[in-house]
């Protein structure tokens, strides 16, 4: 059981340049999350998905794309990069039931240059 | 969700029993409290949660007023390595949409 796995850990991308993050949990949760945090700063949420072929926009979701066409995955696409995007990013999954836990993936530093 | 405020910091002396405070005035009947913590950049950590009653676990102790609308976090022995950022959420009761405040970094001093 592996839990909530990102990648890449690490990126560096030049602006302009697109990328995407992996997400993927071996849990069967329903719903999987993505945040951002910059230095210093709380988490903000970007989107999230409550099941496969569901999405919604978060705090901040502009700059970002997701998709959700299984269970497992939920990778998030910047489509241009800028450095307003250079943060950690932190994937998270629960299930649908109250009083569950939220599970964290280790995070990925992106730097945009 | 509930909106939650804590203190920005906190310090703590290592050994005493830390008490971090969180306000959720605007709490649903069916809205959990949660609290995490956050060591440096790592991903945020489950600490405990409560509904109602009192918590306790290996961790932590999770005290919840009896109107619901503040609760206190507390770890009863603090050491160095409890030195975090400690957020306080309440999500919705179909929680989709999980947000996190700024939380509460303590210090816990030698």
């Known amino acids: 059981n592996a839990g909530v796995t990102q990648t890449p850990k690490f990126q560096v991308l030049k602006t302009g340049q697109s990328m995407t993050l992996q997400c993927a949990q071996d849990?069967?949760?329903?719903?999987m999350s993505w945040y951002r945090q910059d230095p210093g700063m709380g988490l903000r949420l970007i989107h999230y998905?409550?099941?496969?072929?569901?999405?919604d926009q978060g705090e901040v979701p502009n700059g970002y794309n997701v998709s959700r066409s299984t269970t497992e995955d939920f990778p998030l696409r910047l489509l241009s990069a800028a450095p307003s995007q250079t943060s950690v990013y932190f994937c998270?999954?629960?299930?649908?039931?109250?009083?569950?836990?939220?599970?964290f993936g280790e995070g990925s530093w992106l730097t945009v240059v | 969700d509930a909106k939650t405020t804590q203190p920005p910091s906190m310090d703590c002396a290592e050994g005493r029993a830390a008490n971090l405070p969180c306000n959720h005035s605007t709490i649903s009947g069916n809205e959990y409290v949660y609290w995490y913590r956050q060591i440096h950049s790592q991903g945020p950590q489950y600490i405990i949660h409560?509904?109602?009653n009192n918590e306790t676990n290996e961790m932590a102790s999770l005290i919840i007023t009896e109107d619901r609308k503040s609760s206190t976090l507390i770890l009863p022995h603090a050491t160095l390595r409890d030195t975090a950022v400690y957020y306080c959420?309440?999500?919705?009761?179909?929680?989709?949409?999980?947000?996190f405040g700024t939380g509460t970094k303590l210090q816990v001093i030698p």
């Open positions: 998270a999954s629960r299930t649908g039931q109250l009083g569950n836990t939220i599970y």
């Open positions: 849990m069967n949760h329903e719903y």
């Open positions: 998905s409550v099941g496969a072929g569901i999405t």
């Open positions: 959420i309440a999500p919705p009761g179909g929680y989709q949409k999980v947000t």
């Open positions: 409560g509904l109602k």
